[in-house]
């Protein structure tokens, strides 16, 4: 059966062989650092020479005191990010897709799916700039209907929001073009038979059109579920700064300030091995519901 089926799907094999190659000298040679979260690590001795300290380094993480507040952080702003990146998206295919303009709606998507290309460290760089509180444009703006300036990045209430606003304007433009790619597998005599029966647009949507994106939208958030450790590295690294570590430090911040920052190799090797197993957990979780749910595998 195993041969039959090799025989059959090889070529998507083959296909998958250089990514394979790259995956194994990129990501498992280099796990013989997973040692390092049981050792007291001295980079003079190396990863086999350095003292064994069996679980010293969790007892330490669970023990620290911003652990709490670092895994609340990460999951408040990854659920609120998932949440905006499935809705938005969802809303903005929708409109478009009422949209009988062909040139315009080109126009639409091309424009919204710009920030997608653009790195953090660019990004990053334009937010500081427009949201600073003295000289930029928002707060401009903000003044001149009387409201007091606001420091979105280094304010313990507005970061977070910073964050999930800014990471939906820059994703939400490739969750759109997802979206209508499903909308056009709708089968348009569906819409003439609702509108011969006297449903409005508000009905057809809502009866036709979203039923029709129900599987795209089930598989897009299920295989969501695997990134809820995920709140966001390179955003986070390149706008938060000490001020706002309260509200913005995740688990992957923590990890470069522990490891990198304070060298606590082991520490910062602890959390992340605690994060890698706990993620692959849910992405394992998440694809067998994206299976059970939506009828998605790879093959």
């Not at 001795?45 to 064994?52: A, D, L, V, Y």
């Not at 911040?253 to 993620?279: C, N, P």
């Amino acid at each position: 059966m195993i041969i039959k089926r090799f025989a059959k799907e090889w070529p998507f094999h083959l296909l998958l062989l250089p990514g394979v190659v790259l995956a194994i000298i990129f990501s498992y040679v280099p796990m013989a650092g997973i040692l390092i979260a049981f050792e007291r690590f001295i980079p003079t001795r190396g990863i086999f020479g350095s003292p064994w300290v069996g679980w010293s380094n969790f007892k330490m993480m669970f023990d620290y005191p911003d652990m709490g507040r670092v895994m609340f952080n990460t999951i408040y702003i990854a659920v609120l990010k998932i949440a905006g990146g499935l809705l938005v998206p969802i809303t903005i295919a929708i409109l478009l897709n009422e949209v009988r303009k062909a040139a315009f709606k080109r126009a639409v998507q091309t424009l919204v799916y710009l920030p997608h290309f653009l790195s953090w460290v660019l990004l990053g760089g334009i937010l500081i700039d427009i949201l600073s509180p003295s000289t930029g444009i928002v707060n401009q703006i903000l003044k001149l209907f009387g409201i007091e300036p606001i420091f979105f990045l280094g304010n313990n209430t507005w970061f977070p929001i910073t964050l999930v606003v800014s990471d939906i304007w820059k994703e939400f433009g490739f969750g759109t073009i997802v979206y209508l790619a499903a909308l056009t597998s709708i089968n348009p005599s569906l819409y003439e038979a609702a509108e011969i029966d006297g449903a409005n647009r508000w009905k057809q949507t809502w009866h036709i059109t979203l039923p029709g994106m129900m599987p795209i939208i089930v598989l897009m958030a299920t295989l969501s579920v695997g990134n809820i450790l995920n709140a966001g590295f390179e955003q986070i690294f390149n706008l938060y700064s000490p001020p706002v570590y309260e509200s913005g430090d995740i688990i992957d911040t923590f990890v470069y300030r522990m490891g990198i920052v304070k060298v606590q190799y082991g520490l910062a090797t602890a959390v992340g091995l605690m994060k890698s197993v706990v993620s692959f957990i849910l992405v394992s979780v998440s694809y067998m519901m994206a299976y059970r749910f939506a009828g998605y595998r790879i093959f």
